[in-house]
């Protein structure tokens, strides 16, 4: 197992412990905050809320990586080079829009509940991922693409079997940006409603009950970890063609003729 | 084979790359197309397999209009190499070697018994080399596991845009000598790009000199040497250096007295004329013994006979 997997598995075994602790630790905070009655926050249960912020996230990111790659993928076409420019520009305005004001504007207009948090991740998610893809595609050697053409790779071929393997590590460093991002910015959907692991957080931040937001923001930070590392155990096997970075007595292999 | 006639192509700017050019190229010549950077070699190359479309004019191969097939079918029967990093580096050598081949469906078993047997006639041991990442090789490995590539699905034509361009001079007088023999023994067709006028006067059996995407004068390696069509050609194969290229051409098997001997290191019967000279200067004598390539004597050079050419 390497590292990278070994602390996936730690991170994952730390949340379930702390997930399935968590409703038997009145006593734990009790000595954390003496004078307080309601010490652990029990209007839903702590596995609900995961599996929820984890579904509002998932389905936002997914939408989000559908049509960032698919629109970056479009602006480095030949056809659809003259575009670039206007989708940075779009890319950037959306970046610039904080979760709260998307969220403060959409719900006059759609209502309360997930579809205005949905579309204020979507949007946020969106860079991350457009970005990853242009760089990635950007990456990609000129003399690979020219020769994929020149040995009769179509179009659709050199675009699977070149480029986007090629592109595919920064590629993926864009999708785990904008998840990680995504698991930290759905907490704060529960302002509209939406049942996510903000719910204690909010709650716990309009009642002045700090044992709720405690165990809000702890299951939130160790669920963006865990996703992260297993982003992280993800893309280690995907630059194994890779030349390894030199680091100092480690002979490269590439020899003399 | 290859029939150009009157193609043109002009990119964005006022000149064109290629102006109003017509070449003819004969089954199994090694053509060179050679002149200073930007006089359009690259984008004549490129025209044969369809990487550049000719604004004007016919190019026929085997008596067919390329425009008439699938550009990915016609460069499917044509390889293609080119300079540095041309390999995909995602891939390892074999499935570099294999990628024609795959993309004609051929069977697994086939490929690999094709890869290895590319691998071997360039010289690198499938055993070590078959599963390494371009990365992982020099720079000669790389160009040999190019040329390999090139000819895996076995075409009729070789188009080659300076391959050897990067390498030092050892390993690519190697190469040069490689895909020499490659030629004698496949009869392919091949046409390389190069802007090194020693290196086409050493691979090429026709030679195509460009200058503003036309032709200046094309001709035997000898031709051009001997009767150079106006100044730019006689400036391009080099003033001062014309003896010396005419040297390089021959070797001294075909000048050597095999009845005679002489004293000293023997000299190999495959160098060229030009390397010997430059033995008889720095050993200050004016015959040299030569051996065959199995090492036994056979005969030896005279330095006057260096002189001596049957035109
Ligand atoms: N894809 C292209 N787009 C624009 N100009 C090009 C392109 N390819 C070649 N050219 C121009 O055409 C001319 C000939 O280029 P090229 O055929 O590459 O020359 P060479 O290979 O002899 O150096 C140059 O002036 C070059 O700038
Ligand atoms: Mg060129």
Redesign the pocket.
Same mark, same amino acid.
């Given at each position: 197992m390497s590292r990278v997997q070994s602390a996936l598995a730690l991170s994952l075994l730390a949340l379930i412990v702390l997930t399935g602790w968590l409703p038997h630790a009145g006593p734990a905070f009790a000595l954390l905050f003496p004078d307080r009655d309601r010490l652990i926050y029990r209007q839903d249960d702590f596995a609900d809320l995961i599996l929820a912020h984890l579904a509002i996230v998932g389905a936002s990111s997914l939408l989000a990586a559908l049509l960032g790659s698919g629109v970056a993928l479009a602006a480095t076409r030949r056809w659809g080079l003259a575009f670039r420019p206007l989708l940075e520009t779009l890319l950037a305005v959306s970046q610039a829009l904080p979760p709260v004001a998307v969220l403060a504007v959409a719900t006059p207009l759609i209502g309360f509940g997930p579809l205005p948090a949905l579309i204020a991740l979507f949007l946020y998610g969106l860079l991350p991922i457009a970005q990853g893809m242009l760089a990635g595609l950007d990456s990609v050697p000129e003399g690979a693409r020219e020769v994929a053409r020149g040995l009769g790779m179509t179009p659709a071929q050199t675009l699977w079997q070149v480029e986007l393997p090629l592109a595919a590590p920064v590629v993926l460093a864009g999708l785990r940006t904008s998840v990680t991002i995504n698991i930290g910015t759905a907490a704060l959907a529960s302002t509209v409603g939406v049942k996510t692991l903000g719910l204690p957080i909010i709650i716990g931040l309009s009642g002045f009950n700090t044992p709720y937001v405690l165990q809000g923001a702890v299951l939130v930070g160790l669920l963006a970890l865990t996703v992260d590392l297993a982003f992280a155990a993800l893309s280690e096997p995907l630059g194994r063609w890779r030349a390894p970075q030199p680091s100092p007595g480690e002979p490269t292999l590439a020899g003399a003729d | 084979m290859i029939e150009m006639t009157q193609v043109s192509k002009t990119?964005?700017?006022a000149r064109p790359?290629v102006d109003d050019l017509s070449l003819s190229i004969a089954a199994g010549e090694f053509v060179v197309l050679i +002149?200073s950077? +930007?006089?359009?070699?690259?984008?004549?190359l490129r025209m044969i397999n369809r990487l550049v479309e000719p604004d004007r004019g016919e190019i026929l191969v085997n008596g067919v209009d390329i425009r008439r097939q699938r550009p990915e079918d016609l460069r499917r029967r044509m390889g293609y190499a080119i300079q540095s990093i041309g390999l995909f580096p995602h891939w390892t050598v074999a499935q570099n070697i294999g990628t024609v081949p795959r993309l004609l469906k051929w069977t697994k078993a086939r490929i690999d018994a094709r890869v290895d047997e590319l691998l071997a006639l360039l010289h690198l041991d499938p055993a070590e080399f078959r599963h390494r990442y371009p990365h992982q090789l020099s720079g000669g490995q790389q160009q040999r596991v190019g040329v390999a590539r090139a000819l895996a699905a076995d075409p009729d034509v070789l188009l080659m845009d300076e391959p050897f361009g990067a390498l030092d001079p050892v390993t690519r007088g190697a190469l040069q000598e490689e895909l020499l023999r490659i030629h004698a023994l496949s009869g392919k067709t091949v046409v390389l790009?190069t802007h090194d006028i020693d290196e086409a006067l050493q691979l090429g059996s026709h030679i195509v000199l460009?200058n503003q995407?036309r032709i200046v004068q094309q001709g035997r390696p000898l031709d051009l040497l001997r009767r150079p069509a106006n100044a730019f050609v006689h400036d391009f194969v080099g003033r001062t250096e014309i003896g010396l290229r005419l040297l390089a051409l021959d070797r001294v098997a075909g000048r050597l007295r095999p009845n005679e001997a002489a004293v000293g290191e023997p000299i190999s019967a495959d160098l060229s004329l030009r390397e010997a000279l430059s033995t008889f200067v720095a050993r200050r004598v004016d015959r040299l013994p030569v051996v065959d390539d199995q090492g036994r004597p056979a005969g030896a050079l005279f330095f006057s006979d260096l002189l001596e050419r049957q035109l």
């Open positions: - | 990119f964005g700017g790359a +002149g950077s +930007g006089s359009g070699k690259s984008t004549l790009v460009m995407g």
